[in-house]
């Protein structure tokens, strides 16, 4: 294999499926080419299961090809039934409008869009083009060359045929010739020759491919990428408090940090390939560390940094690292009010009345972290108690507002995992 980024993808487990993989070789090593990978406004933000496409984006970028970001805006008033059990929701057009101009921000940060870069990306929404469609003429010159049969085969019509009580729209079945047409309109426009995506979307590439032979008599080609699943068989991409967004205002860079901080040891070596830059004989000396010294977390210090810096920047980064070293030592203390608040978002939370001095035995109590007094006396006892990183040992001690950080907050700790935040008016 010629290409080096072939190569590089193959050996970081990022090819899943690919058409004609020797074409697409010499096609790589001949000439820079045009590449672009779709995403579909569903919400008002992108979601780390983005990330890996976006980054194989950026990677084809590093190794000068040409990406092209393709909001669907127009897709996304249509809805995909890529991996999904039931008719999705139509969304209003103007929540979907909304929703493209926010990813389009939001997904900017991964490439270079500087026109004066060697091989700049494009930022484009396919509503441009597929709101001005005729549907006389689009039935004519693009329907036909959609054999039903072929149409029928697709996994994501099929899965959904099969379940009468589900079944599929008109509209979800048209999908597929909708990004069809993407990929001819790029193929035409921008010389466009390349399209990547989630496994998922391996039915709806390669319609792309067909459309563009069956019309032009051209080639191109299709690369598909693992979808991302943990060890343990459990869903990527969620925590106890939902989907991590790459938007901060919906998932602090802190929240970041702790969820690639959290990976598991036998996912570690995989996610450090498929979602950083790092040389792979770094990645691999990263795993003999893990397996040698696993408590030190080395690999996952490395991917949860590296992963922050990317979405959220240098700064964030750091901020994120100072607060989890901070609840690590039990150094809350040091926290700024805009830390406390990014280390306990979506920490059960207690308001005491305003004025009060209340016993911590009372307090343990009224935020559920102990049953009874009974319990709670026990817990102060066996030393399992902190209050704002200092060890309760009296059982008469009470919290106030001069005992507050910052005359505000304090901050419980039951054990070693258990937090809960205590707001004093």
């Known amino acids: 294999m010629r290409s080096a980024l072939l190569r590089d993808l193959h050996a970081r487990g990022l090819v899943a499926d690919v058409t004609n993989v020797d074409e697409l070789d010499r096609h790589l090593t001949e000439a820079a080419r045009t590449v672009y990978c779709g995403f579909d406004p569903t919400a008002d933000s992108l979601h780390i299961g983005s990330l890996v496409p976006l980054l194989t984006l950026r990677r084809f970028q590093f190794a000068d090809h040409r990406p092209i970001l393709l909001i669907g805006g127009g897709t996304g008033l249509i809805g995909d039934p890529s991996g999904k059990a039931s008719e999705r929701p139509l969304n209003p057009k103007e929540q979907v409008e909304a929703w493209a101009e926010r990813l389009q921000a939001q997904a900017a940060r991964f490439l270079e869009f500087d026109k004066n870069a060697a091989h700049p990306a494009e930022l484009l929404d396919n509503y441009q083009w597929l709101s ?217 939370r207690t308001v005491l009345p305003a004025g009060a001095t209340v016993p911590v035995v009372d307090v343990l109590l009224a935020t559920g972290l102990a049953a009874s007094k009974r319990a709670a006396r026990e817990l102060v006892s066996a030393g399992a108690i902190e209050v704002n990183g200092e060890r309760v040992k009296d059982l008469g001690a009470a919290i106030t507002r001069s005992t507050a950080l910052r005359g505000r907050y304090v901050v419980l700790r039951k054990g070693k995992r258990t937090y809960h935040l205590v707001t004093v008016p």
Request: charge should be negative; charged fraction near 25%; proline fraction near 3%.
């Open 132 to 348: 001005r469609l005729d549907v006389i003429s689009f039935l004519r010159d693009v329907g036909k060359a959609f054999p039903v049969g072929a149409m029928l085969g697709r996994e994501s019509v099929r899965s959904r045929l099969g379940r009468a009580e589900v079944g599929l729209s008109y509209t979800e079945f048209s999908y597929q010739i909708l990004q069809a047409y993407d990929f001819l309109e790029l193929w035409r426009t921008r010389q466009c020759t390349i399209q990547i995506g989630g496994q998922d979307q391996w039915g709806n590439i390669t319609a792309g491919i067909d459309l563009i032979r069956r019309t032009t008599g051209g080639t191109a080609y299709g690369l598909t990428l693992p979808l991302v699943t943990r060890s343990d068989g459990s869903k990527f991409g969620k925590t106890e408090a939902g989907t991590v967004w790459l938007d901060p205002r919906r998932t602090s860079a802190y929240e970041m940090y702790q969820f690639w901080l959290n990976t598991a040891d036998a996912d570690v070596d995989r996610f450090l390939r498929y979602f950083t830059f790092l040389p792979l004989e770094e990645i691999d000396e990263l795993g003999r560390a893990t397996r040698r010294r696993p408590e030190e977390r080395a690999a996952q210090r490395v991917l949860a940094r590296e992963i922050t810096h990317l979405v959220h920047g240098e700064t964030a980064m750091r901020q994120a690292e100072g607060i989890s070293e901070a609840l690590f030592t039990g150094n809350v203390a040091s926290l700024n009010d805009s830390e406390l608040e990014q280390a306990f978002q979506g920490v059960p």
